[in-house]
């Protein structure tokens, strides 16, 4: 039986900051099969872990009279922020920065964390999962994040991405590197310079940014079509669809599997959540919205309808429910 992974989405964020030290060794430590970092650049042409470019939401950044200049405007995917963006400042410049809890509503336990820790560039966090040993290595399932955005600006994250790789010795057969984008080009232009895994992400509406800029029709809806996933088949080895999309809440669970798998692909489904917020009503355990409801009876739902991996804000919970799943199969 072939056994779902855990992916440990950006460490441990359900008990540690998003993207930090602490979070990538916790998930570690709770048995994840790979940790996941989301990827942008420096201008200095670096890449640095941060769940967006814009880094108000999970940096102490604002409260720095120094780098009050740096506030900006920008489209980004066709959407308009205000903030601080990652490229517009170098690597020693952000590493003077904090990090800080990106939803502190709904993660109220870890506000007291922030100004404790800072950002990590990618080497980083090949470091740590390289210190993890073992037998069975830690990989790292690393997430491009607005490539077409950064190409525009004379950026390539497939360059620094294959520069990175190539020079740590992951960009072979036998490394355990996943590489992941909500755009298909930079994948499509990945697939001749990497054997790593690459998975194709599916937001419910829209398109991948890189079809809008090319004029292509197609939506994500399309890419889930069979016409679709024999396209996106041609470059990735999986996709990885909300999941929703796999197991709907009011009518259970789709045909997304068992069709991506009739096309080749693996799917891998995000993301897990343990507080009843995120959970479909059928899993909620009370009503406070922060409670946590039955995480891991969902989590058996989504094994049952063959899924090959997750990712979870709570690794030690996927990991309880992979283990019983198992067990009863």
Known sequence: ???????????????????????????????????????????????????????????????????????????????????????????????????????????????????????????????IAEDAGGEAPVGVYIETKHPSYFEALGISLNDLLIETLERRGFNDPDSTIVIQSFESANLRALRPRTPAMLVQLMSVEGQPADFTVAGDARTYDDLRSDEGLAFVAEYADAIGPYKELVVAPDSGPTRLVERAHAAGLDVHIWTMRNENTFLPPAFRMGTEKLAHGDARGELLQFFDAGVDGVFSDFTSTAVQARSQWLQSH
């Open 1 to 127: 039986m072939k056994v779902p992974l855990v992916i440990a989405h950006r460490g441990v964020p359900g008990h540690r900051l998003e993207h930090t030290r602490p979070s990538y060794l916790l998930a570690i430590e709770q048995g994840a099969d790979f940790i996941e970092p989301d990827v942008v650049s420096t201008s200095d042409h670096i890449l640095v872990v941060r769940h967006e470019n814009e880094i108000d939401g999970t940096t102490d950044v604002a409260e720095r009279p120094e780098f009050a200049d740096r506030k900006a405007t920008k489209v980004v995917d066709g959407v308009s922020h205000t903030g601080w963006f990652t490229e517009d400042f170098t690597l020693a410049e952000l590493k003077t920065l904090r990090c800080k809890e990106r939803i502190p509503d709904l993660r109220p336990k870890n506000v007291a964390l922030a100004g404790t820790e800072e950002i990590l560039t990618l080497d980083e966090v090949l470091d």
